[in-house]
């Protein structure tokens, strides 16, 4: 199993950036896809970056050019670099990771959650 816990939140600027952090534990070798996701107060978790198994990325609209995800090789590590931090990415973010599980005939693909970080930006 794979436990996820986030860290690197906190109060920042508008303008600002901050680095979130999420350390993987476990058995990480069969991780498929990771992602950060973010909720808002009375919003629904929304994903903010991915980067699949073979290494390729996608961005929420509102992030690209701002957002940087990256790995490592190991799995261990996911990084979500924020720069120009706006007051809308005021959210929770959590940590996700996805792995295929082997049910005799077919693979079941589960998920598993970091317990979140807050990231506050004021104006």
């Known amino acids: 199993q794979v436990q996820l816990v986030e860290s690197g939140g906190g109060l920042v600027q508008a303008g600002g950036s901050l680095r979130l952090s999420c350390a993987a534990s476990?058995?990480?070798?069969?991780?498929?896809?990771m992602g950060w996701y973010r909720q808002a107060p009375g919003e629904e978790r929304d994903l903010v970056a991915a980067?699949?198994?073979?290494?390729?990325?996608e961005y929420e609209d509102s992030v690209k050019g701002r957002f940087t995800i990256s790995r490592t090789n190991d799995k261990r590590t996911l990084v979500l670099q924020m720069t120009n931090l706006k007051p809308e990415d005021t959210a929770v973010y959590y940590c996700?990771?996805?792995?295929?599980?082997?049910?005799?005939?077919?693979?079941?693909?589960?998920?598993?959650w970091g317990p979140g970080t807050q990231v506050t930006v004021s104006s």
């Open positions: 476990g058995d990480t070798s069969n991780i498929d896809a």
């Open positions: 996700n990771a996805d792995f295929p599980v082997w049910r005799g005939t077919y693979y079941e693909y589960l998920d598993t």
């Open positions: 980067v699949a198994r073979d290494g390729s990325t």
